[in-house]
């Protein structure tokens, strides 16, 4: 009967948006979203859905079943979808692509956040000192300097952190594991930030620059320190007697003065 209605051209419509569908039982799913009603609810934590599908996604994180496995790496996942993003990183394929810089990308949510760079859109704010972000993601992680919180510890020295970027790398250090490396030399390392700044060693890029002198680096914090000249500001303070330096190495000097190294 509902491909009959289809065929002449009978789609059920919601009556407050006018948007319009082949089956009715679409249509009973759509009107929830004005309406406001979660009929389904999960045994476990009481969360509710309005959709049945969504609640039997969502219990799979009580059951730790991850039906759906990438026939490549034998990872697995609890959304098909996420699946199907994931082996683009086999694939090679990055449909989503940046209409201002072209810049491409796996997934279009990513695409999308990427975009904010170029219009200034920063649609999350911290309600204790007012800072915006791009992601909310970086607004969670930005309010725990407030509050203190470092909710991800390691389980090998109990050292905590803020983010849970940060402690899965700190904890190579316990395990030697060295991801990153150079394709020029093979070089190793634990950050991918370290293994790009120092692939620049072979490249010659340096792609920051002193915007007083033009002067170019091919690390970021070497040009912070070098625009200390320009600005006389003393980042670095002996812990005796209080003296400010520019650069940390003559701090170091200094300090031999009280020590009598």
């Keep these: 009967m509902r491909h009959k209605c289809s065929s002449v051209g009978e789609r059920p419509y919601c009556y407050v948006c006018n948007k319009a569908f082949t089956q009715k039982s679409s249509l009973t799913a759509h009107e929830r979203l004005h309406s406001g009603e979660r009929p389904y609810c999960c045994d476990v934590c009481s969360k509710t859905f309005a959709k049945k599908n969504n609640l039997i996604t969502h219990k799979r994180l009580h059951s730790g079943e991850r039906p759906y496995c990438c026939d490549i790496c034998n990872k697995t996942f609890v959304l098909k979808g996420d699946m199907v993003k994931h082996k683009r990183v086999h694939s090679g394929e990055r449909p989503f692509s940046c209409d201002v810089c072209d810049k491409t990308f796996v997934r279009k949510v990513d695409m999308v956040i990427h975009q904010r760079i170029h219009s200034g859109y920063r649609p999350?704010?911290?309600?204790?000192?007012?800072k915006?972000?791009?992601?909310?993601?970086?607004?969670?992680?930005?309010k725990r300097i407030h509050s203190g919180e470092r909710p991800f510890s390691c389980d090998v020295c109990n050292k905590t952190f803020i983010q849970q970027g940060d402690m899965i790398?700190?904890?190579?250090?316990h395990s030697g594991d060295r991801p990153y490396y150079c394709d020029v030399c093979n070089k190793?390392?634990?950050?991918?930030?370290?293994?790009?700044?120092?692939?620049?060693?072979?490249s010659g890029e340096r792609p920051f620059c002193c915007d007083v002198c033009n002067k170019t680096f091919n690390l970021k914090s070497n040009l912070t320190k070098h625009k200390s000249f320009h600005s006389g500001v003393r980042l670095y303070y002996c812990d005796v007697c209080?003296?400010?330096?520019v650069q940390k190495g003559?701090?170091?000097r200094h300090q031999?003065?009280?020590s009598g190294e």
């Design 124 to 130: 999350y704010f911290c309600d204790v000192c007012s």
């Design 132 to 142: 915006t972000f791009i992601r909310k993601s970086h607004m969670v992680n930005h």
């Design 169 to 173: 790398r700190h904890k190579r250090i």
């Design 188 to 202: 190793t390392f634990i950050h991918k930030g370290h293994m790009v700044s120092h692939q620049r060693i072979h």
């Design 242 to 245: 209080n003296k400010g330096f």
């Design 250 to 252: 003559n701090m170091v």
């Design 256 to 258: 031999r003065v009280h």
